[in-house]
């Protein structure tokens, strides 16, 4: 069942250009609360829906709706919104607690409330020692940790957040995924980049991946390998006690496209259009005694192979 | 691949919302909340535009015209002259004040300060601190502008203060302090104050619209500073098409324009002022025309 559009970020047909160059284009998505990442290498297009999502940047073609919300009322927008952007820029001569401070200031907040809801999102993020301290002088990642804080300071019920572990160190990246888990089982929106992707893997509830301006594939991380299926066969890692006798038995189905043996010859790695006629046909073996199977792995589920699938899938339809 | 194939989240539906932050008690709403976000505005501009490195040229400039008339105490004193009669100061006094104070001074000061309030953190890529605020676009704008009118009104006010100070100080000027404390020197102080303060606005204005719509302001600057210096050569009409003129017409004595000036009558004070603020409304609403149309696309900047 889909949520009602006034909890989506809904995308329709959205097409975004820097004059000639494309930024995105025709985009249709839909983002219900939970954590969703967007997947793609530099220059795919992440940030620019992020910016479009946030009312930083207007479409060129098409609409954006967030929670029901017209992006072109800041004065509504940004109470639902905090955004960590990319840029590492910051009003001159400002300390980390006058970042968060004064943003709150400007939403409206009174200076004791301000300070309050200053002195918790800093604490949250890790930065009260340091929050007195200019961030010119900040390291990278102390910087990220300050635009979250900033970010989540107003409570917002979508958080957009560019690359939001850049820079940080293992035990405060461990941190923020933490709060991202968080800030998601509270019913918000969580909408994260990052091309480190083993980490947004184990986190997403979902997956939009993105790449030269487009989204690719969209969904749960199973789901889109299960899309992708019909087109692209799923590979799997299988180690059994006679992989040349599996190998043979394997090329007599129509839906195994490849058969690899492994290099020290105890397993092999298959390729089938068909994952579900792949391990019935595995199950029989193993009950005819046929092989004896010790592990079956699929070898493509994680969004990196994912994505490398789609990727390369792409830069082969275009030679 | 088609791709955005809808997949809705297990158990999404169930989850409550977090809510937004509803304005409350805490939270103002209309004139209230504006006055509030333009005074936050007001004091980050202030500390971070204003009381740091980058606006010692402006207040340089602003010390011009006090170096100017301290070297012209100092030569005074040193030579042992008698000090200048206070009709005659006060003539030599417009002259500095018309000619240089607004004409040089206030102009590029305000160019120095309004420009840089909005195309200024464009360059220096953090005008989204501010646009990620949930701020409406027109009080942003009057926030800038307010905060940019405070720095730069006291910062003229009082330079144009020391430099009366200055020129009427008894040793440079003969009953300086009687001319400018109790007799008409006290009228035309007041007068020079209120033409700075509406130099600022209008000047203000226009070098805050410009920097919103021109990617490098230097060359429209430069264009109007011409416009504003060649103006006495004009047909009258046209000398009423310049802030300048409208600022002139306000000062307490006139000028002497040169052999080749064009006789323009003056704007009388009730047509002057209102002109210029009108001139200074228009500037901010094609100002907020840009700034509602703003995007945040720093790489092209």
């Known amino acids: 069942m889909s949520a009602p559009a006034a909890d989506r970020i809904v995308f329709a047909d959205v097409s975004k250009f820097y004059g000639e160059v494309l930024g995105v284009n025709r985009i249709d998505l839909e983002i219900g609360p939970g954590i969703t990442s967007l997947v793609g290498p530099n220059g795919s297009g992440k940030s620019t829906l992020m910016n479009l999502m946030a009312g930083l940047l207007r479409p060129t073609e098409g609409r954006i709706e967030l929670l029901g919300s017209d992006l072109g009322r800041p004065e509504e927008v940004y109470r639902l919104v905090g955004y960590c952007t990319q840029f590492d820029s910051y009003p001159r001569g400002i300390t980390g607690w006058d970042f968060v401070h004064l943003y709150l200031r400007l939403h409206g907040w009174p200076r004791a409330a301000a300070a309050e809801r200053a002195a918790r999102a800093i604490e949250r993020v890790g930065m009260a020692a340091a929050a007195g301290r200019r961030i010119a002088g900040y390291s990278k990642g102390m910087k990220q940790r300050i635009k979250l804080a900033q970010a989540i300071a107003h409570e917002p019920r979508v958080l957009i957040l560019d690359e939001p572990l850049n820079g940080l160190d293992p035990l405060a990246r461990a941190e923020a995924l933490e709060l991202f888990r968080a800030e998601a089982a509270a019913g918000k929106h969580v909408i994260l980049s990052s091309h480190v992707l083993h980490e947004v893997d184990e986190l997403s509830d979902r997956v939009v991946l993105v790449h030269g301006g487009y989204v690719v594939a969209e969904g749960a991380i199973e789901g889109v390998r299960e899309e992708m299926a019909a087109e692209r066969p799923l590979q799997v890692m299988v180690r059994c006690s006679h992989p040349g006798r599996l190998a043979a038995r394997l090329f007599a189905e129509d839906h195994v496209v490849e058969a690899q043996l492994d290099a020290d010859k105890g397993g092999l790695r298959v390729r089938t259009e068909n994952a579900e006629r792949f391990y019935l046909l595995l199950n029989r073996l193993a009950a005819e005694g046929a092989v004896e199977i010790e592990q079956v792995l699929p070898a493509d589920d994680d969004v990196q192979s994912v994505y490398r699938y789609l990727i390369s899938g792409q830069a082969q339809g275009a030679s | ?301």
């Not at chain 2, 100092?74 to 004409?103: C, E, K, N, W």
């Open chain 2, 1 to 301: 691949m088609a791709g955005a194939t809808e997949r809705p989240l297990a158990g999404a539906a169930e989850r409550p919302l977090a809510g937004a932050v509803a304005p409350g008690p805490e939270l103002p709403a209309g004139l209230a909340l504006w006055t509030r976000q333009v005074g936050a505005m007001i004091g980050l501009e202030v500390r971070k535009t204003f009381l740091r490195l980058r606006a010692l040229p402006v207040i340089v400039v602003a010390l011009l015209p006090i170096v100017l008339l301290l070297l012209r105490l100092l030569a005074h004193s040193v030579r042992g002259a008698d000090p200048m009669p206070a009709g005659t100061m006060a003539s030599a006094f417009t002259l500095i004040y018309q000619l240089f104070f607004v004409r040089l001074v206030v102009f590029f000061g305000c160019f120095g300060i309004f420009t840089y309030l909005v195309r200024g953190e464009m360059a220096e890529r953090s005008l989204h601190f501010y646009l990620l605020a949930p701020i409406r676009r027109e009080v942003f704008l009057a926030g800038k502008f307010v905060a940019g009118c405070l720095a730069a009104g006291t910062l003229f006010a009082a330079s144009l203060l020391v430099q009366l100070g200055l020129a009427f100080l008894p040793q440079a000027t003969a009953g300086g302090a009687a001319y400018l404390l109790r007799g008409p020197g006290l009228g035309q102080a007041a007068a020079y104050l209120g033409v700075t303060l509406l130099a600022v606005v209008g000047y203000g204005a226009l070098f805050l619209a410009v920097g919103l719509w021109v990617r490098n302001p230097m060359i429209p600057a430069a264009l109007l500073l011409g416009w504003e210096w060649i103006n006495f050569l004009l047909p009258p009409v046209l000398q009423k098409l310049s802030v300048i003129h409208h600022l002139q017409s306000l000062c307490p004595l006139p000028v002497p324009r040169g052999p080749f000036a064009l006789p323009a009558d003056p704007t009388p004070p009730f047509l002057a002022v209102p002109g210029v603020l009108l001139l200074a409304a228009a500037l901010l609403w094609l100002a907020v025309v840009r700034v509602r149309r703003l995007e945040i696309t720093y790489a092209s900047e």
